[in-house]
């Protein structure tokens, strides 16, 4: 926040983004008091997500977030002090000035726990029939998080992929991140049923979450221990068991592994083991990422 804001009210807004993401509330509440008389009549600087932000915020779900919360915690500081004209604006009670505007209003809302009054805002703004994909990807993921907060999973799930569909037909960078979210959604549906496929879904990403953690502190040769172990298990399964999602992830990490142990062939075998699942899937984020590491391999010889 402020990046975009000149002069002394940019570097104030600058400094409370700061304050606020290290968790200074002593700080954010003193610049707040200090500069309460700008950032009470400069406020539309601060409350309108900026043009040159809207189209990263688009592409990326969860980037608007921080912003619009410090938003949120300054517009109730000045209400604290006696100047509500913030907050007002923020919820509602003045006219929106762009799109972003709902949106702002109802992760407000979610944050004080009023999902239902936000989502009603969400549902709102998906009747104006939105002909842009990548900001109704954004207000399905929202949806999909407060039902999820609300324990609704059925109902989160159903959100996360239709947000998970417009990320792919999108090309959007947030692609990779609604493909996640959806996957966390289906394994705790699955695991909270108690089914088969729910016990072998935790366990499978459990294991897969280890071999990733050897990885990241270069025990490679015991990485792909791990691996090797939990590819027998996914083997045993049918072909229509949701664990042999996982193979994607699972080969790609013996690719990488096995690059970084100096064997070129087995990185290239596994890396593309890894790309042919992908396909199979139509993940394309997943793609794209084991294309790029052929090419390294390649570039590396």
Not at 18 to 43: M, P, S
Not at 97 to 104: F, R, T, W
Not at 109 to 125: I, K, Q, T, V
Request: glycine fraction near 8%; charge should be negative.
């Amino acid at each position: 926040m402020g990046e975009y804001v000149e002069g002394e009210l940019g570097r104030v807004l600058r400094a409370l983004s700061v304050a606020d993401r290290d968790g200074d509330h002593a700080g954010f509440r003193a610049l707040c008091r200090r500069h309460a008389a700008e950032l009470d009549a400069d406020r539309d600087a601060w409350l309108s997500v900026p043009r040159e932000l809207r189209e990263s915020f688009r592409s990326n779900m969860d980037g608007m977030r921080p912003f619009m919360l410090t938003a949120q915690r300054i517009a109730r500081e000045l209400d604290g002090l006696g100047r509500p004209a913030a907050l007002r604006q923020l919820s509602g009670a003045d006219e929106p000035g762009n799109p972003m505007d709902k949106l702002h209003e109802a992760e407000v809302l979610a944050e004080d726990g009023e999902f239902e009054a936000a989502d009603a805002l969400l549902r709102e703004e998906l009747g104006e029939g939105l002909a842009d994909d990548g900001w109704v990807a954004v207000i399905h993921s929202r949806l999909a998080t407060h039902a999820a907060k609300r324990n609704d999973l059925d109902r989160a799930i159903e959100h996360a992929r239709r947000a998970h569909e417009l990320t792919r037909r999108t090309g959007s960078r947030g692609a990779a991140r609604a493909a996640e979210v959806l996957d966390d959604l289906l394994t705790a549906r699955e695991i909270r049923r108690g089914t088969t496929d729910g016990c072998r879904l935790g366990a499978c990403r459990e294991a897969l979450t280890h071999a990733q953690r050897l990885s990241d502190r270069a025990l490679f040769v015991e990485s792909n221990r791990a691996l090797l172990r939990l590819l027998d298990e996914l083997d045993a399964y049918s072909d229509d068991s949701p664990a042999r999602r996982f193979l994607g992830k699972l080969c790609g990490l013996l690719g990488v592994n096995h690059f970084h142990l100096g064997d070129r062939d087995e990185a290239r075998a596994w890396t593309r083991k890894a790309l042919r699942e992908c396909r199979l899937r139509g993940d394309r984020v997943g793609e794209e990422v084991y294309e790029a590491n052929l090419k390294e391999i390649g570039r590396r010889e």
